[in-house]
C-alpha cells in the first residue's frame, strides 16, 4: 500500500521492475535515484528550452530599432533549418527505411519550408525599410547566403553535381570524385565579390 493507501497496480509495479533492470544494466542502484527524484525541483517550461538564454542572443551592431528584428527573423530561419536537418536525417540513420517513414518525414520537411515561406512578409512589413537600408551596411560582409546548414540540406538533397554552377554541369557527373567538384560548386562563386575575386 502506498501514503495514501492506494494498492500498487500491476502496471506500477511492472515500471518499478523495469526500472530495476535499466539500473543493474548500469550498475546503479535505482533506490539512490529515486531518492534523488524526491529532492529535485519539478522541470519548467523555461528552464527546459533555455528561454533565458535564447532571448539573451540578439546582440544589434547599430542603433535601428528594427535590427533586433532582423536578427530574430534570422534566428527563426536557423531553426527552421534544424527542424529540416532533423528529418533528413532520421532518414538517413533509419535502419530499416520503409515508404512510410520516408514520406512522413518528408511531409515535415515541406511543412518545415512552408512554414518559412509564409514567414516573410516579416522581413517585409516588419521593418521599416530606411532603417534597413541603414543597418544592413552595418553588416557587411554577413549575409543569408553564408548559412552553413542552407548548404547541408542542399548537400543532403541532391547529387553533389546538381549544386555545381551552371556553365560546369555539363563537364562533370554525378559519379566523378567529389573533391573534382567541390571547387565549382554555385556558391563559392557566389561568395565572391565579383570585381576584385576576392573572397567574402
Known amino acids: 500500500m502506498d501514503n495514501n493507501n492506494q494498492p500498487l497496480t500491476p502496471e506500477l509495479v511492472s515500471r518499478i521492475r523495469q526500472l530495476e533492470e535499466k539500473y543493474q ?18 522541470l519548467k517550461y523555461w528552464d527546459y ?7 539573451s542572443l540578439q546582440h544589434p551592431r547599430t542603433s535601428f530599432p528594427d535590427e533586433k528584428t532582423f536578427i530574430i527573423y534570422h534566428q527563426i530561419t536557423e ?4 527542424l529540416i536537418r532533423n528529418s533528413i536525417e532520421l532518414i538517413i540513420d533509419a535502419p ?39 543597418f544592413r551596411m552595418a553588416l557587411l560582409p554577413a549575409s543569408g547566403f553564408q548559412s ?4 547541408i540540406i542542399e548537400i543532403y538533397s541532391t ?24 571547387p565549382h560548386l554555385y556558391w563559392r ?12
Open 159 to 182: 547529387d553533389l553535381v546538381n549544386l555545381l554552377q551552371h556553365a560546369k554541369r555539363a563537364e562533370f557527373n554525378a559519379d566523378d570524385d567529389p573533391q573534382q567538384l567541390l
Open 148 to 151: 552553413a546548414q542552407y548548404r
Open 79 to 82: 531553426l527552421n533549418f534544424r
Open 25 to 42: 544494466l548500469m550498475g546503479q542502484d535505482m533506490h539512490s535515484y529515486l531518492e534523488g527524484l524526491l529532492h529535485q525541483d519539478y
Open 189 to 200: 562563386k557566389g561568395a565572391m565579390e565579383l570585381s576584385t575575386g576576392k573572397r567574402l
Open 96 to 134: 530499416e527505411l520503409d515508404a512510410a517513414f520516408f514520406v512522413k518525414q518528408l511531409k515535415r520537411v515541406n511543412n518545415y519550408f512552408e512554414l518559412l515561406k509564409n514567414s516573410f512578409s516579416v522581413m517585409f512589413d516588419g521593418m521599416d525599410r530606411e532603417q534597413f537600408l541603414a
Open 49 to 55: 528550452i533555455n528561454l533565458d538564454a535564447l532571448l
